[in-house]
């Protein structure tokens, strides 16, 4: 085994034959479509050399496997003992790496899925070369822009991908991005949804300066990013760590304010005790939220920090309010709150105005 990478669920092996083997040749996988036919060719049940054809079901499959979803679709057999095998185009070109399927018995029902060669070949290249994989690395944590996130920030479609938190130390922080961006480009490559981001991102050569074009505050700025090494931020981020707390107990000290479903207090010293709270996070505390309410649903609890209300900061839960109300006079349906959890991580969260007034 010259290297693997769990992301992908693919490895390289070095074997020494006894006589030349015949390679077959990579194709682009870019160049598939719809409906084309595709032959898988494996080993299941222990039947090697088994030939199965097909057609291709689908492209760009995300089936919650990794960070890097993006399968081909075929209902080509694939079974137990297909993984690691050719999915052939019809001139004999292998697109894809037969890897999953989608079966309540364990057998074939038609529903397979295979690693297409455009992801598959630079990993394949890194791991030959080096051993290891070595992605390039942002530094964020993103957010997918839905229907009321978009409404609330003013856009006029839902895309890009939405920063939730950037990592202290990481080269989005270095590099000015914050908390509330959306971006909508990444080195000259549009970003239609988020889970397009961790793709290119991971694709563009460690240390390159990139331009990143975001929407911040309603306008579109470009920002200058060096890309780091995903996997020393991945150690970056496991040392910082994260303490967790606990918060049941929906009476909260200083002066209480009703807003929107939730009822809101200052953060006082015995607060932060109470509940948990890190030091570093500075807001509005939310005592409780109302049994029903629009807040209930999108799973706010008490002892949660409103750290941000249409992406201007609060301190207060008068100043929540009237942030609010700013909002509904401004004609906006949804008010986007920046939310700090119980483990101080940080999430963007709407709540429609319209429905709570």
Same mark, same amino acid.
């Not at 790496?97 to 598959?120: R, V």
């Not at 997918?144 to 990481?170: F, N, P």
């Not at 309410?293 to 209300?309: H, L």
């Given at each position: ?158 895309? $890009?991908? &939405? %920063?939730?938190? *950037?990592?202290? +130390?990481?080269? #989005? ?5 914050? /908390? !509330? =961006? @959306? ?99 500075? $807001?509005? &505390? %939310?005592?409780? *939220?109302?049994? +029903?309410?629009? #807040? ?5 609890? /008490? !002892? =949660? @920090? ?52």
């Amino acid at each position: 085994v010259l290297g693997r990478d769990t992301k992908t669920d693919l490895a390289v092996l070095q074997v020494e034959p006894e006589k030349p083997l015949t390679a077959v040749k990579l194709s682009d996988s870019e160049d598939l479509r719809v409906g084309d036919w595709v032959m898988a060719i494996g080993n299941p049940f222990g039947f090697g050399g088994t030939v199965t054809v097909g057609i291709v079901s689908a492209l760009e499959r995300d089936i919650n496997s990794g960070p890097y979803d993006n399968f081909i679709q075929t209902d080509a057999s694939i079974n137990r003992g297909n993984s690691g095998g050719p999915l052939f185009n019809m001139d004999g070109e292998v697109v894809g790496i037969n890897t999953a399927i989608i079966s309540p018995t364990g057998g074939s029902i038609g529903i397979g899925f295979a690693i297409p060669s455009e992801l598959a070949l630079p990993v394949i290249e890194q791991l030959r070369e080096f051993g290891e994989t070595r992605r390039g690395w942002l530094g964020v944590r993103i957010q997918q822009v839905t229907d009321e996130i978009a409404e609330s920030l003013g856009m006029e479609k839902a895309m $890009g991908a &939405l %920063v939730g938190g *950037v990592t202290e +130390g990481g080269p #989005a922080e270095k590099s000015g991005l914050l /908390a !509330g =961006d @959306v971006v909508l480009k990444f080195d000259g490559k549009d970003v239609p949804e988020m889970r397009d981001l961790p793709r290119i991102v991971a694709d563009t050569a460690v240390g390159k300066s990139v331009d990143v074009v975001v929407l911040r505050k309603g306008e579109e700025i470009t920002v200058e990013v060096t890309l780091g090494r995903l996997e020393e931020g991945e150690k970056l981020m496991a040392n910082q760590g994260a303490g967790e707390g606990s918060a049941d107990d929906p009476d909260a000290p200083g002066k209480p304010e009703e807003v929107l479903g939730l009822l809101l207090g200052e953060i006082t010293k015995e607060a932060r005790e109470q509940y948990k709270i890190a030091e570093d996070v500075e $807001g509005v &505390l %939310v005592a409780a *939220v109302a049994p +029903g309410s629009a #807040a209930e649903e999108k799973r706010i609890a /008490a !002892g =949660d @920090v409103i750290v941000e209300v249409g992406q201007e900061k609060v301190a207060s839960p008068a100043e929540v309010k009237e942030r609010i109300e700013e909002l509904k006079k401004a004609g906006r349906k949804s008010a986007l709150l920046l939310i700090a959890s119980k483990n101080s991580e940080l999430s963007f969260v709407p709540l429609r105005i319209c429905l709570l007034y």
